[in-house]
């Protein structure tokens, strides 16, 4: 199947420092997605791109859409202790027939 | 507002059990999704429904049908449950307009298989 390569597999950071994260495509799409998942949660949606090139903040977060479609980074800023979590990439493909594809996600932890 | 909701919260079965994860959504959604979730793995889409009275299989269907049973539900079986399905299985759901990538999950499932 098309791959779906994101990285790093894991951070351990202090409060305060800048985290960023990254997935890469083998091939090319229209929609890049960047969940949270929290502990005994469900994945959280923090982020949507739909266009080639695209920036988005979401608070300290902000996520780019690569200019050739086939990736995408996440950047957190002054992270905190509530940062902590399991982030995922996911692609859309499948047209109308939409099917969601993640990552194996990024295990982000914060020392405070 | 509940969501998505998923029940059983916790399953212990044998290997060659049956048993059905149940999903249902009250946001009017019509689309919606089983993802199965092992450490190291993400997040690997098992079925999926686009809408009421379709389903399609995802990236891991081997071993689990689905039923979309009404707008409202989506289950998830195992015949002859395997160790290998050993996981924490999440149900979604979304909108189903076009451009809309949010996908709204439910709390899981953990299913043990001895």
């Known amino acids: 199947g098309q791959q779906l390569n994101q990285s790093p597999q894991s951070m351990f950071i202090q409060e305060g420092e800048d985290v960023s994260m990254n997935c890469t495509s083998s091939?090319?799409?229209?929609?890049w997605l960047w969940y949270k998942q929290e502990p005994g949660e469900g994945p959280v949606l923090l982020i949507a791109?739909?266009?080639?090139?695209e920036l988005t903040s979401n608070g300290r977060l902000t996520a780019q859409f690569g200019i050739t479609r086939k990736d995408s980074f996440l950047n957190i800023s002054a992270s905190i202790p509530s940062d902590v979590g399991i982030y995922f990439c996911?692609?859309?493909?499948?047209?109308?027939?939409?099917?969601?594809?993640f990552g194996k996600g990024t295990l982000l932890t914060v020392n405070p | 507002n509940a969501g998505v909701t998923q029940t059983p919260k916790f399953q212990v079965l044998k290997t060659g059990q049956s048993m059905t994860l149940q999903c249902a959504q009250d946001?009017?959604?019509?689309?919606m999704y089983w993802y199965r979730q092992d450490p190291g793995m993400g997040l690997r889409l098992i079925y999926y429904?686009?809408?009421?009275?379709?389903?399609d299989k995802g990236e891991v269907p081997n071993g689990y049908n689905v039923s979309r049973l009404n707008k409202r539900e989506f289950s998830l079986r195992l015949e002859s449950a395997a160790p290998s399905q050993t996981s924490v299985y999440f149900c979604?759901?979304?909108?189903?307009?076009?451009?809309?990538?949010?996908?709204?999950f439910g709390e899981g499932s953990r299913l043990t298989v001895l």
């Open positions: 979604a759901s979304r909108t189903g307009q076009a451009n809309t990538g949010e996908l709204f």
């Open positions: 429904s686009a809408s009421e009275g379709t389903t």
């Open positions: 791109l739909y266009k080639a090139g």
């Open positions: 946001m009017n959604h019509n689309s």
């Open positions: 091939s090319i799409f229209n929609t």
């Open positions: 996911g692609r859309v493909s499948g047209g109308s027939n939409y099917k969601l594809t």
